[in-house]
């Protein structure tokens, strides 16, 4: 059977930092540990003033193609997953399929282009799309380009303000995939929730505490469904299990109900029982508050065994390394938080080839999907090109007055008095740039030497 999977991915932040802990923490007042303990936060990144969804998508698809020495006849299909779009008809994958034909010679005349659109699950929505496309037999031979790219601002004030990120993941998804191969088998936690949305509005309302608690609930139900089709998930089955990361510190919940889950009935239950007693039963207790005092209490026990720290640091920190230093990149979170964990395996000089990710994506609104991804024997060349350390050490640390004059200028509703023409923080270089309105209103961007 073929396989088909992610080929190549390249990464573009925004080219601003603001640092969490010395620069955000102290204007709020705030004791600093909240974000780098407790959000598991150090900095976010923010894009120039000549940067937006479009020349970041842009950016980091122009390098992947470089990389992989594609032409835009190699690519059938565009997709760009965003929830910070700025057109509600005409899709940001083509004002990016226009920015890459300034640099390369051929056109994308017969690529299918579009926009995907369930929050911060649309990035691998698109991946689906693009999977289905190629295992119909109508791809051609031809890849698919899936960018997922955002700028995730807060109103100021908000609570989200302090897990706000800015960036883009370019990935090529392809027959006979290079780095990952994905699996058949999804789950999937889908319900009608109104815990963040944008209803035609830039900066998302939120309610952050029960969207916390909608992550949980929908992510419970993807692992269930995934494993009704798949088989029962244990500790040890995967190498890696990037998530969804607003922040980390909402994988770090995540991460230990996945654990109880799956140790449920095996034998580190039975060896943890000695230390902390088996796993609450719901059938065992007359109500449910008195279960969920049992659970609550299990897993508080839980967290401090020995056993679950050791797998933690080994099966779910390292996809934390590149979001604790970037903040939420919506739809391309997850993807960062895999990428993440492979660059950790490359780092350490790690043999990963055949190993298995149990990658979970998810969207408020709100939808969780889970599936299992193969690292295929080629997957260190690919990260090896990777510049993501390098961009984030090279970013403007910006002061706390700089970073609200940088949030003002995103903001739609004063960028008009910008008009493309104010201050920015850093010298473009062989990149794509904004570069003022069109007679339409639409927005109009250049190449950079
Ligand atoms: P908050 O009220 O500012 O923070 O909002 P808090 O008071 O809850 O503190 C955060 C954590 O820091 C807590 O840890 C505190 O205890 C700890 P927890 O108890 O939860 O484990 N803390 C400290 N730790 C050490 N030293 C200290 C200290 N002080 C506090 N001194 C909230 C936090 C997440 C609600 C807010 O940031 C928010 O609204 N964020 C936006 C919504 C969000 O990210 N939700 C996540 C799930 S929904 C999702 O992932 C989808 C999304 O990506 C959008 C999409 O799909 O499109 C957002």
């Known amino acids: 059977m073929t396989e088909v999977g992610i080929d190549a991915v390249e990464i573009w932040t925004g080219k601003l930092t603001l640092d969490l802990a010395n620069t955000f923490a102290p204007a709020k007042g705030e004791d600093p540990e909240k974000y780098t303990k407790g959000l598991g936060l150090n900095a976010s990144s923010f894009p120039d ?129 290079d780095l990952v191969s994905l699996s058949t088998e999804q789950g999937y936690g889908s319900a009608d929730e109104t815990d963040f949305l944008k209803p035609n509005q830039q900066f998302p309302s939120v309610d952050g505490k029960r969207s916390v608690q909608v992550y949980l609930a929908r992510m419970r139900e993807a ?38 889950h799956m140790t449920r009935d095996t034998a580190i239950e039975d060896e943890l029982a000695e230390e902390i007693g088996r796993q609450p039963r719901e059938e065992a207790f007359d109500n449910d508050s008195e279960y ?25 920190d390292p996809t934390l390394t590149i979001s604790r230093n970037v903040g939420n ?17 490359f780092d350490e000089g790690r043999d990963l080839a055949g190993e298995r990710l149990l990658v979970g994506s998810y969207g408020s609104g709100a939808q969780a999907e889970i599936h299992a991804e193969t690292v295929q024997n080629t997957w260190e060349e690919k ?28 903001n739609h509703a004063i960028e008009t008095e910008h008009d493309g023409e104010i201050e920015e923080f850093t010298a473009p270089e062989s990149e794509f740039v904004f570069g003022g309105w069109g007679r339409m209103g639409e927005r109009k961007y250049r190449f950079i030497e």
Request: proline share 3%; glycine share 8%.
């Open 49 to 177: 003033t000549y940067e937006d969804i479009v020349t970041m998508g842009a950016n980091a698809a122009h390098r992947l193609m470089e990389h992989e020495g594609l032409e835009p006849e190699d690519i059938g299909r565009i997709d760009v997953a965003t929830e910070s779009a700025f057109d509600n008809s005409k899709p940001v994958s083509t004002y990016i399929a226009g920015c890459l034909e300034e640099v390369f010679e051929g056109e994308f005349s017969h690529a299918n282009k579009g926009e995907r659109k369930f929050a911060c699950v649309a990035g691998t929505q698109s991946i689906d799309d693009a999977y289905n496309w190629i295992k119909a037999g109508r791809h051609r031979g031809r890849s698919a380009l899936v960018i997922a790219t955002d700028t995730a601002l807060y109103a100021r004030n908000d609570p989200g303000e302090a897990t706000q990120g800015a960036g883009a993941v370019a990935m090529l998804i392809s027959e006979d995939p």
């Open 223 to 260: 692992l269930e469904d995934f494993e009704s089709v798949a088989g029962r998930v244990t500790a040890e089955d995967f190498a890696y299990g990037p998530f969804h990361t607003p922040f980390p510190g909402m994988v770090r919940k995540a991460a230990l109900f996945a654990y109880r």
């Open 292 to 316: 969920e005092d049992a659970l609550r209490e299990y897993m508080d026990g839980l967290k401090r065994t020995e056993s679950y720290r050791e797998w933690y640091a080994r099966v779910i």
């Open 329 to 345: 990149w919506y739809t391309g979170s997850v993807h960062l938080a895999r990428t993440s964990a492979l660059k950790t395996a």
């Open 383 to 410: 990260i090896d090109d990777l510049t993501i350390d390098e961009q984030i050490e090279r970013r403007y640390d910006l002061s706390f007055e700089e970073y609200e004059r940088v949030h003002d200028v995103h």
